[in-house]
């Protein structure tokens, strides 16, 4: 079963992998639009973090619901609604429980992440999050829960396939056939949250 800590790990640990890896996803922010997913990031996991510390009560389901409020409040670009639905929506699908099966937390971020297609209005391939989350969340609910490093994979091979897609949708979107050829900085920010949330199960 996965507890409170649990997912506190998960999220503590992508703040670490965010304040780790900013330079490169404001790299790859920089080739197909405008330098600051790091930055968002980092600010936005930050403030997780902080509002984490300081809600010690709170099951797996009210944390996700605070982590992705935080998100939405803090994060000034695309991601940060996008990325706070996500988790927001997977929290109240957990519901209130002290602790959840693997297989409920596959099924809350299915319909996370069915959440984030919605509000951002993409799908499978438009070179965005979604490539890797869609991916991640679908080996994870195949496995039944259980496998959380086959989630990993596929999340890091669903943020590669996006190098070679035209983007159809924010603001890499706007460059066309100019956006071929970069990886997705938003595909290589999901796929830090699906690697720590199988460090964070000590799949990884
Ligand atoms: P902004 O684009 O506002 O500067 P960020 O740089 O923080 O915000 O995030 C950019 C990422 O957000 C993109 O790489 C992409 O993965 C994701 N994104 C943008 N628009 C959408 C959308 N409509 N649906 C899904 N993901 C999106
Ligand atoms: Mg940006």
Same mark, same amino acid.
């Given at each position: 079963m996965l507890d409170a800590d649990f997912f506190r790990r998960w999220m503590t640990g992508m703040a670490a992998a965010v304040d780790r890896e900013a330079d490169r996803l404001t790299e790859l922010d920089s080739a197909i639009? !405008?330098? !600051?997913h790091g930055a968002n990031l980092r600010r936005g996991f930050a403030a997780v973090v902080k509002a984490l510390e300081e809600e010690p009560s709170g099951t797996p389901g009210s944390l996700l619901v605070l982590a992705g409020r935080q998100l939405i409040s803090t994060v &000034? &670009?695309?991601s940060g609604p996008l990325y706070g639905t996500l988790l927001r929506r997977a929290g109240k699908a957990l519901g209130d429980a002290a602790e959840v099966a693997p297989v409920q937390l596959a099924e809350a971020l299915r319909v996370g992440v069915a959440a984030v297609a919605q509000l951002g209005g993409a799908k499978a391939? !438009?070179?965005?999050m979604l490539d890797a989350l869609e991916p991640a969340v679908e080996a994870l609910a195949e496995s039944l829960g259980e496998s959380f490093a086959a989630a990993a994979d596929a999340a890091d091979q669903g943020a590669l396939a996006t190098v070679p897609m035209r983007a159809?949708?924010?603001?890499? &979107?706007?460059?066309g056939e100019r956006s071929v050829g970069h990886q997705d900085p938003g595909a290589a920010s999901a796929a830090l949250l699906v690697a720590t949330l199988a460090a964070a199960r000590g799949a990884r």
């Amino acid at each position: 079963m996965l507890d409170a800590d649990f997912f506190r790990r998960w999220m503590t640990g992508m703040a670490a992998a965010v304040d780790r890896e900013a330079d490169r996803l404001t790299e790859l922010d920089s080739a197909i639009g !405008d330098a !600051d997913h790091g930055a968002n990031l980092r600010r936005g996991f930050a403030a997780v973090v902080k509002a984490l510390e300081e809600e010690p009560s709170g099951t797996p389901g009210s944390l996700l619901v605070l982590a992705g409020r935080q998100l939405i409040s803090t994060v &000034g &670009g695309a991601s940060g609604p996008l990325y706070g639905t996500l988790l927001r929506r997977a929290g109240k699908a957990l519901g209130d429980a002290a602790e959840v099966a693997p297989v409920q937390l596959a099924e809350a971020l299915r319909v996370g992440v069915a959440a984030v297609a919605q509000l951002g209005g993409a799908k499978a391939g !438009d070179k965005t999050m979604l490539d890797a989350l869609e991916p991640a969340v679908e080996a994870l609910a195949e496995s039944l829960g259980e496998s959380f490093a086959a989630a990993a994979d596929a999340a890091d091979q669903g943020a590669l396939a996006t190098v070679p897609m035209r983007a159809r949708k924010g603001r890499a &979107g706007y460059l066309g056939e100019r956006s071929v050829g970069h990886q997705d900085p938003g595909a290589a920010s999901a796929a830090l949250l699906v690697a720590t949330l199988a460090a964070a199960r000590g799949a990884r």
